[in-house]
């Protein structure tokens, strides 16, 4: 299901802040080369990522998903002086080529990258989270945030990406166990009281949930 109008995106895209030469330079590598080019935030994503955290200048931001690295250069632009981003990436094809960007865009020593099983590192990483974006396998979401919760400082912040999920969430019948796991922390998410929380139509859809 086409969420967003692609011609809205152009538009869009041609009206906010150009993309950051070297996250350009990125993509580009990352639409030639990657398999699925389609799971790196890009540019209109990736700049929301960027003011989103330069608004709460985070000194410890958790990042679920790394992929090739993209949006967690735009997530630690925000950084406090002295902060911290840490990342974890299952893959490790993927994780070789994100520690190769980070040292390009200068971050390698605000970038924490982390590889291996979300769930068994996030209970390692003893922090007090001020951002965290949430953007890895679909059926661990509900997990990562009962792991996190805890962990959140006043005012923290997740971003949860892809809960709209290509608009299968949206059907009579939602099929397919990461479909059926994304509506399933959405839920969760709506019944959760100690959060106040908005769900944007941003891309592929993007929950912002901030603790009380």
Not at 19 to 39: F, G, N, R, W, Y
Not at 70 to 78: E, H, M, P, Q
Not at 84 to 106: C, P, Y
Request: with cysteine.
């Amino acid at each position: 299901m086409e969420l967003v109008h692609p011609q809205a995106e152009i538009y869009a895209a041609n009206f906010s802040s150009a993309e950051d030469p070297v996250l350009k330079t990125i993509a580009e590598a990352t639409t030639l080369s990657h398999a699925q080019p389609h799971m790196m935030s890009g540019h209109l994503q990736g700049k929301f990522l960027e003011i989103i955290s330069k608004l709460i200048a985070p000194k410890r931001i958790l990042e679920i998903g790394t992929m090739i690295g993209y949006s967690s250069i735009c997530l630690a632009k925000g950084l406090a002086q002295g902060g911290i981003l840490h990342t974890i990436e299952m893959r490790e094809e993927d994780a070789a080529i994100a520690k190769e960007n980070f040292r390009v865009a200068g971050l390698q020593e605000q970038i924490q990258l982390h590889v291996g099983n979300a769930a068994e590192i996030i209970p390692q990483l003893n922090e007090p989270w001020d951002l965290v974006f949430i953007d890895a396998d679909k059926t661990g979401y509900s997990k990562y945030y009962e792991l996190l919760k805890p962990r959140l400082r006043s005012g923290a912040v997740i971003l949860a990406d892809n809960v709209l999920f290509h608009g299968d969430v949206l059907e009579n019948e939602i099929k397919g166990k990461n479909a059926k796991a994304i509506h399933a922390f959405n839920e969760m998410l709506a019944a959760d009281e100690e959060v106040e929380k908005i769900m944007l139509t941003l891309r592929d859809g993007l929950f912002l949930i901030r603790k009380k």
